[in-house]
């Protein structure tokens, strides 16, 4: 990850969450069709600033706060698939190809400034 998004993120990890997971949904990845790519793994959903959606790593979120995550302390858990299921219609308008992971596809292009 880039500095400059490293401190996007670290800012509005600080700001959202106040260092509090409560506001979050931990979506939960243990079945999953897709290669294993860079923080592959479990996410963590919370708004962003302007009210958008923001996904990130948990894994991202962890070297960030450098503690291991609660999942039991998120607003809710779900799993990747009925994640995918709930924003499939957001997903397609991402353009996701097939063989991708939508939710590491997701990460990247909010970063990329997409």
């Not at 880039?2 to 939960?28: A, C, H, M, P």
């Not at 990845?29 to 959903?45: N, T």
Request: glycine share 6%; proline share 4%.
């Amino acid at each position: 990850m880039q500095n400059d998004n490293y401190g996007k993120l670290t800012s509005e990890v600080g700001f959202l969450t106040d260092g509090k997971w409560r506001n979050t949904v931990y979506i939960v990845c243990k079945v999953c069709r897709y290669h294993k790519e860079i923080d592959c793994g479990d996410f963590l959903l919370f708004p962003g600033r302007d009210g958008s959606l923001r996904l990130y790593p948990v894994s991202v979120i962890e070297r960030i706060i450098c503690c291991r995550l609660d999942q039991s302390e998120c607003l809710m858990t779900m799993s990747n698939l009925i994640f995918q299921e709930w924003y499939a219609p957001y997903l397609t308008a991402l353009r996701v190809p097939e063989q991708k992971c939508p939710l590491i596809c997701w990460y990247h292009c909010q970063n990329s400034g997409s």
